[in-house]
């Protein structure tokens, strides 16, 4: 039987470190808010929100550099790209096709997702998919962010605009017929959308502009209409919810139990729900990986981000149980439980 195995990971962030020290010259916030709240100290932004190259694609094309040293494949050999992200560099096309050219791949398909703090887990279930139907043999999927040219830094915006950081991770997803190999063993997704406005940006969009002929008015920008907007405890509380359910239904789907599990990665959406999470599944504080202090939420590479980093630090081996989940904007949620 083929199995999905995870042949190369990467990750990459801007240089520029910004700490909540920082933050709170441009807002009425402080280290202790962040700190106690969410569990962030620093984040990182692109150095200048002005500057035009360090795009979602192309720190998407830094991770996915790194990804492909690790198994030493080279750009010809990817045969389909996933890329998740909710900060594209352009409002179309999606960016799978701008990473496609950046990388010189061959004109394979390019695959955009839109499922936000879920976006990784959904695009590693579809590549799994694609590799168990043999249709692709080496895709290249993609969780990339930047946040930091679309937050509302006034204080209007500060419940919001703390928690976000950009980067990006990639994952080399191969086929693989060797019975020693790691797999993806389960994976779920799943969609709740009647609370899509807790947690959006509303502009531009056909459902909210003002006019028939813009999508975008100066009223918008003005009125700050086109920053995310959250229902912060809203949210909290369905994501403590939603992420054991969908954490032992992955378990169930392919007979595993919390006990087997070697390391559980959380999306980084804050600390405190990670916490909350790891304390309702009885699992020791060493089988969950963390490191939104450092990185902030960076949406859709927050997972890969920090499984790279996990792997990195020697805290994620070959043959190890790990269970990969997200909750988030949609409301969407869900997970992968792989051998890696
Ligand atoms: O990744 C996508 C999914 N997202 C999430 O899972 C996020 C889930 N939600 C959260 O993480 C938390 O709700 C937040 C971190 C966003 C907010 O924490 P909270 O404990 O729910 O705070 P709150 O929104 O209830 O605000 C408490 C107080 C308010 O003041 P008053 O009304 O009590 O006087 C806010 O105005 O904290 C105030 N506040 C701040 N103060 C200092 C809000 N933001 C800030 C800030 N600095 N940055």
């Known amino acids: 039987m083929t199995k999905s195995i995870i042949k190369g990971i990467g990750h990459y962030v801007p240089e520029n470190i910004v700490t909540n020290d920082n933050l709170s010259k441009l807002m009425n916030t402080n280290d202790e808010w962040i700190t106690e709240r969410t569990g962030i100290k620093e984040r990182?932004?692109?150095?200048?929100?002005?500057?035009?190259?360090e795009t979602t694609a192309f720190l998407a094309f830094k991770?996915?550099?790194?990804?492909?040293?690790?198994?030493?494949?080279?750009?010809?050999?990817?045969?389909?790209?996933?890329?998740?992200?909710?900060?594209?560099?352009?409002?179309?096309?999606?960016?799978?096709?701008?990473?496609?050219?950046?990388?010189?791949c061959?004109?394979?398909?390019?695959?955009?997702?839109?499922?936000?703090?879920?976006?990784?887990?959904?695009?590693?279930?579809?590549?799994?998919?694609?590799?168990?139907?043999?249709?692709?043999k080496n895709i290249l999927v993609v969780g990339a962010e930047v946040h930091s040219f679309g937050l509302d830094f006034s204080d209007a915006g500060r419940g919001v605009s703390v928690i976000f950081g950009d980067g990006a991770g990639a994952v080399i997803l191969s086929a693989s017929e060797d019975e020693n190999a790691g797999d993806?063993?389960?994976?779920?997704?799943?969609?709740?959308?009647?609370?899509?406005?807790?947690?959006?940006?509303?502009?531009?969009?056909?459902?909210?502009?003002?006019?028939?002929?813009?999508?975008?008015?100066?009223?918008?920008v003005t009125d700050a209409e086109i920053y995310p907007v959250m229902n912060g405890n809203f949210v909290f509380k369905h994501a403590v919810t939603r992420f054991p359910e969908t954490m032992l239904e992955a378990l169930n789907a392919a007979g595993k139990t919390v006990e087997d599990l070697d390391m559980f990665i959380p999306h980084q959406a804050n600390l405190r729900i990670a916490q909350f999470v790891q304390q309702k599944m009885g699992l020791p504080e060493d089988k969950v990986f963390n490191n939104i202090q450092k990185y902030g939420n960076t949406t859709a590479a927050s997972i890969p981000i920090a499984l790279s980093e996990a792997i990195e630090q020697g805290k994620v081996n070959r043959g190890d149980l790990v269970l990969l989940s997200a909750f988030g904007s949609g409301f969407t949620w869900g997970s992968v439980l792989f051998e890696f």
Not at 47 to 53: I, L, T
Not at 63 to 84: E, R, T, W
Not at 110 to 126: K, P
Not at 197 to 206: A, H, I, M, R, Y
Request: net charge neutral.
């Open 63 to 104: 991770a996915s550099q790194k990804a492909l040293k690790m198994p030493g494949l080279s750009a010809k050999d990817i045969d389909y790209i996933v890329f998740a992200t909710l900060s594209p560099d352009y409002y179309f096309p999606g960016c799978g096709v701008l990473l496609q050219e950046m990388l010189g």
């Open 184 to 220: 993806i063993l389960s994976t779920n997704m799943h969609s709740e959308g009647k609370y899509a406005d807790e947690l959006c940006t509303k502009f531009p969009g056909s459902k909210y502009g003002w006019s028939d002929r813009m999508r975008l008015e100066p009223e918008n």
């Open 44 to 53: 990182h932004h692109r150095k200048n929100r002005n500057d035009s190259e």
């Open 106 to 136: 061959d004109t394979i398909g390019a695959l955009d997702v839109r499922n936000q703090c879920s976006g990784f887990v959904y695009a590693m279930s579809v590549a799994n998919a694609f590799i168990k139907s043999k249709m692709y």
